[in-house]
């Protein structure tokens, strides 16, 4: 009867066994809802999930050339880059790389984005994300990335790419997320 029970804990996806090492309880998947545009934070649909965000990196640059072609500008104008570890439960979810050019945010650069969304900003300095182009593909993850989400190297997870545009048809954030594929379920609805 305990055998059965585990075995459809398993199948239901609340229970990992792992051989010679035991049974442990899965966390809780997270679902993303692809459709809204409320940065990753507020994409999140799951009652009781809070998210907590670790700063990797914030900090201004030259667009260069990658980034000058994104968003059009001049290859030495400066963008804005801010790395955040997303966790819940002290787990990590996914890893997020955001650039928005300078030029729109003048104030991007003094805001504590582990408290902070990008969108609030944005919101702030007058503009909204209208439209975003989203790409979502499995990856191979290596180090460091592979060590900030607990996997092994190799491992597939989720890669999301975006271009968020404002309500004129500028690009205004260049976004890649790489999640945990045993942490994370994207879906999308339609009317």
Not at 58 to 85: N, Q, T
Not at 163 to 180: A, C, F, H, M, P
């Amino acid at each position: 009867t305990v055998r059965k029970a585990l075995t459809i804990l398993e199948e239901e996806g609340l229970l990992l066994r792992a051989q010679g090492k035991g049974t442990f309880v899965r966390a809780p998947k997270a679902s993303i809802d692809m459709q809204r545009l409320e940065g990753f934070s507020g994409s999140f649909r799951q009652p009781g999930l809070s998210i907590v965000n670790r700063v990797l990196y914030s900090g201004l640059r030259p667009a260069k050339f990658k980034y000058g072609r994104i968003f059009g500008i001049a290859p030495e104008e400066e963008v804005f880059e801010c790395i955040r570890l997303r966790l819940s439960e002290d787990s990590p979810l996914a890893i997020e790389y955001n650039v928005a050019p300078k030029r729109y945010f003048p104030d991007i650069a003094e805001y504590d984005y582990s408290m902070y969304s990008l969108h609030e900003v944005y919101e702030k300095n007058g503009l909204h994300i209208a439209e975003e182009q989203q790409t979502l593909e499995i990856v191979n993850i290596y180090n460091p990335q592979a060590d900030l989400l607990n996997l092994d190297e190799g491992s597939d997870v989720f890669m999301l790419s975006a271009l968020s545009y404002d309500q004129s048809g500028r690009v205004i954030e260049w976004t890649k997320i790489y999640d945990n594929t045993e942490r994370i379920v994207f879906y999308a609805s339609t009317i």
